[in-house]
């Protein structure tokens, strides 16, 4: 049956108000309300947080020695950004967020989470990727991202995509970006913009990520995940997930994957898609990094830290967040509500 135009824009403003919850909080949210100036008290912070745990990650981190940040505890501080900081990512010395409500992207040093500049893109921002010399930002109402050169913010040029991209996932050469209304993902030289290829994918592909070889993209109404060749986009497979999985990772042999309404986070392993494990996160997962010991999951009610050996959760925060980055001593997530980063 063919489905109008005006059917697939009211279909995914359903899937929109879902997938981005700083919306769907502004109408009546159960995340906690900021305090007047829009960022939560910093001791309502503490009072909440469950006492240190000693992070085991730190024996394999010299860089968590050095900087005091051997235990799990809310030692968060919070910086401003724009409004409603959505997707973030690190670019080797700094914090990018996507600012999706002003139509900016902010840059934070990440060693003191100083502002060192607000820079303009198009329309709606969601999601940051760096490349090793730019930042990929995109525009969700403009079917384009910008790429802006890391080390001053200049706008090197906007690029078609598909229909409202999302997050998107660096190869090492290229920018994959999900299109997800098209159920399709588009490859991107990053070193021109040229496109070098649309693709099929599932239902409503909303995030990105690469394993090395592979990338890898979550299907959020088709509860499944995409596997693609990275060197052509030919799909190697199709996983059965849990419920509208949203962010993924890669810890080195596995996927992570969110799964915002069944509630939970599977682990499969990437060789061939594999279910090794499913762990619950109670209140809707939304963003997934890995620190090189433990996974971090971003959601509505919830910060988590789970032990990636075995998924069982050793610390949580109870405070919404949603993109998450890992800086390689520290991870940073975008708190919607209270247009700032957090860094832990």
């Not at 032990?307 to 925060?317: M, N, Q, Y």
Request: aromatic share 10%; charged share 15%; proline share 4%.
């Amino acid at each position: 049956m063919k489905r109008s135009k005006g059917g697939v824009c009211l279909l995914f403003v359903m899937v929109l108000w879902c997938v981005l919850p700083g919306l769907a909080q502004q109408a009546g949210s159960k995340v906690a309300q900021p305090v007047p100036g829009g960022l939560p008290a910093p001791t309502a912070l503490l009072a909440q947080a469950q006492p240190p745990t000693v992070d085991a990650g730190a024996r394999l981190n010299p860089e968590k020695i050095a900087l005091l940040h051997w235990y799990l505890a809310n030692t968060s501080t919070l910086f401003r950004v724009g409004s409603q900081p959505y997707g973030i990512c690190f670019d080797g010395a700094n914090i990018w967020s996507a600012n999706f409500a002003d139509n900016t992207v902010t840059k934070v040093r990440a060693s003191d989470g100083a502002v060192l500049g607000t820079f303009a893109v198009g329309h709606q921002p969601y999601g940051v990727t760096f490349d090793g010399a730019n930042v990929w930002v995109s525009n969700t109402l403009d079917n384009t991202v910008t790429k802006l050169r890391a080390s001053d913010g200049k706008n090197l040029g906007n690029f078609l995509v598909g229909s409202f991209p999302s997050w998107m996932a660096f190869d090492g050469q290229n920018i994959w970006v999900t299109n997800a209304p098209d159920n399709t993902v588009t490859k991107l030289r990053a070193s021109d913009g040229k496109s070098l290829g649309t693709f099929s994918v599932g239902n409503n592909p909303v995030a990105a990520a690469f394993d090395g070889t592979n990338i890898w993209v979550t299907n959020y109404l088709g509860n499944t995940v995409t596997k693609l060749r990275a060197s052509d986009g030919t799909v190697l497979g199709t996983f059965a997930g849990g419920q509208a999985p949203l962010g993924i990772a890669f810890d080195g042999l596995n996927m992570w994957v969110a799964n915002r309404s069944s509630r939970t986070v599977s682990k499969l392993r990437a060789s061939d898609g594999a279910v090794l494990a499913t762990y619950t996160a109670a209140d809707g997962p939304y963003g997934v990094a890995f620190d090189g010991h433990y996974i971090w999951l971003s959601g509505d009610l919830y910060t988590r830290v789970l032990r990636a050996t075995d998924g069982i959760e050793v610390w949580a925060l109870k405070i919404g967040t949603v993109g998450v980055a890992f800086d390689v001593a520290g991870i940073w997530m975008a708190d919607t509500n209270g247009n700032a980063v957090l860094k832990f």
